[in-house]
């Protein structure tokens, strides 16, 4: 079922009295893209991707992770998360030949 799908089917559900289905689907549009952090892109919106706010809260997520490591490193038992900004994002990308037989196999 697609995104879109279940969202007009979740719409009928919790609104049924609604009146303007477009509101609806442009608040959830508005959420998607300026609220809802994506993990594709580390954890930013698709909004601050394209203002290019992203490259300075990666840069400040990555200093406060090192601060707290040093502060607590008995609170890590590894390294932290990589918030190294990613140039290239692909929507839907392709999945190499061994991700596929490893699906196939599970």
């Not at 009146?19 to 919106?45: A, M, R």
């Not at 707290?68 to 290239?88: C, F, L, Q, V």
Request: with cysteine; glycine share 4%.
């Amino acid at each position: 079922m697609t995104f879109f799908i279940h969202v007009h089917l979740d719409s009928q559900l919790y609104y049924p009295k609604l009146k303007c289905p477009v509101q609806l689907d442009q608040n959830i549009v508005g959420w998607y893209n300026k609220e809802h952090l994506h993990s594709g892109i580390k954890f930013v919106t698709p909004a601050q991707r394209h203002a290019g706010e992203d490259v300075a809260i990666l840069i400040n997520r990555k200093n406060v992770y090192q601060k707290a490591k040093s502060a607590h490193p008995e609170r890590w038992s590894g390294k932290t998360r990589n918030w190294d900004y990613i140039n290239e994002v692909n929507l839907n990308p392709e999945k190499s030949k061994s991700e596929t037989k490893e699906n196939k196999v599970a």
